[in-house]
């Protein structure tokens, strides 16, 4: 059975930093584009960062240069830290895998629970 993990949210202050982590129950996720999407209340679910199995990473705009997403194939793990925080990236984040690269949803197949990050001003 396939999951995906979230670990690392919680409260953050305005202009720190919070390292997300995502751990993916198999091997069949190193060959998997893993990403994140966020989804803050009354919002649509928002892509966020994504890391393919070749190394290629996209960012969304709100976030390129602030997040940094990277993964550990060995342990099925795909992290993201997030500098410069600030209160419009309090959301619920979510862990997705999927088979080709993509910035919508529909691209990815598995999706972890979610992890709420909030930050306070």
């Known amino acids: 059975q396939v999951q995906l993990v979230e670990s690392g949210g919680g409260l953050a202050q305005a202009g720190g930093s919070l390292g997300l982590s995502c751990a993916a129950s198999g091997r069949t996720f190193s060959s998997y584009t893993l990403g994140w999407f966020r989804q803050a209340p009354g919002k649509e679910r928002e892509f966020v960062a994504a890391?393919?199995?070749?190394?290629?990473?996209l960012y969304a705009d709100s976030v390129k240069g602030r997040f940094t997403i990277s993964r550990n194939n060995a342990k099925n793990t795909v992290y993201m830290e997030m500098n410069s925080l600030n209160p419009e990236d309090t959301a619920v984040y979510y862990c997705?895998?999927?088979?080709?690269?993509?910035?919508?949803?529909?691209?990815?197949?598995?999706w972890g629970q979610g992890t709420q990050v909030t930050v306070s001003s």
């Open positions: 890391i393919s199995r070749s190394g290629t990473i």
């Open positions: 997705a895998a999927g088979p080709f690269v993509g910035t919508t949803s529909e691209y990815y197949d598995y």
